[in-house]
Nanobody
């Protein structure tokens, strides 16, 4: 069973930067980050392929969020720049096995088999 553990959340001031980490218990091929506000569905933020060469970002967040990975540490990162009050949500990392056509479904929460418990980001203005 794959386990994913997020870290790096906490209190940050609007306009600051933040880096979230997701440590996996073993290598997971496809990885993604989602965020969720209370009472809403999980929203896709970014995804990355197993080699780290191919990355995908939600159009509305492109430029502010950058996903990367270090396969030697089984860890995926999400760099958030210019944090905004609407980023005061829970961030979740998710993993999926190697499947073809990842580009077509990487933004769908139901495409992922493994999820972390989430890390909360609190933004002060």
């Amino acid at each position: 069973q794959v386990q994913l553990v997020e870290s790096g959340g906490g209190l940050v001031q609007a306009g600051d930067s933040l880096r979230l980490s997701c440590a996996a218990s073993q290598n997971v091929y496809h990885m993604g980050w989602f965020r969720q506000a209370p009472g809403t569905e999980r929203e896709f933020v970014a995804a990355i392929s197993g080699t780290g060469v191919t990355r995908y970002s939600a159009g509305s967040m492109k430029g502010r969020f950058t996903i990367s990975r270090d396969n030697t540490k089984n860890t995926v990162y999400l760099q958030a720049n210019s944090v905004r009050p609407e980023d005061k949500v829970d961030f979740y990392c998710a993993g999926a096995p190697n499947r073809s056509g990842y580009r077509g479904y990487c933004y769908r929460a139901d495409a992922y088999e493994w999820w972390g418990q989430g890390t909360h980001v609190n933004v002060s203005s």
